[in-house]
């Protein structure tokens, strides 16, 4: 089996951080594309960052310039760095990792809100 454990969200003002992590643990040969994804209530669920396995990275145009996605193979782990917050990024942040030899797999979900 293989589990994915979000933690680092939080309540935070307008204009503050967060970082968000993502472990994976289990029986896992390897890790491919990591991301990260958001979902509004009522709304889609919506990929917001993206990091390969050579560390290419591609965001929503919402995160660009804010948002920082890094991975650490090692500690198979992901993490979403959070800056200039807006409360329009309040969101359940769901980190997502396309696994060997598991395929998709998804993490629980991390509460992010963003006061004004």
């Known amino acids: 089996q293989v589990q994915l454990v979000e933690s680092g969200g939080g309540l935070v003002q307008s204009g503050g951080s967060l970082r968000l992590s993502c472990a994976a643990s289990?029986?896992?040969?390897?890790?491919?594309?990591m991301e990260w994804h958001r979902q509004i209530p009522g709304k889609q669920r919506e990929l917001v960052a993206a990091?390969?396995?050579?560390?290419?990275?591609n965001y929503a145009d919402s995160a660009k310039g804010r948002f920082t996605i890094s991975r650490d193979d090692a500690k198979k782990t992901v993490y979403l760095q959070m800056d200039s917050l807006k409360p329009e990024d309040t969101a359940v942040y769901y980190c997502?990792?396309?696994?060997?030899?598991?395929?998709?797999?998804w993490g629980q979900g991390t509460q992010v809100t963003v006061s004004s």
């Open positions: 997502h990792c396309d696994t060997e030899p598991w395929g998709d797999v």
């Open positions: 990091i390969t396995r050579d560390s290419t990275t």
């Open positions: 289990g029986a896992i040969f390897n890790i491919y594309d």
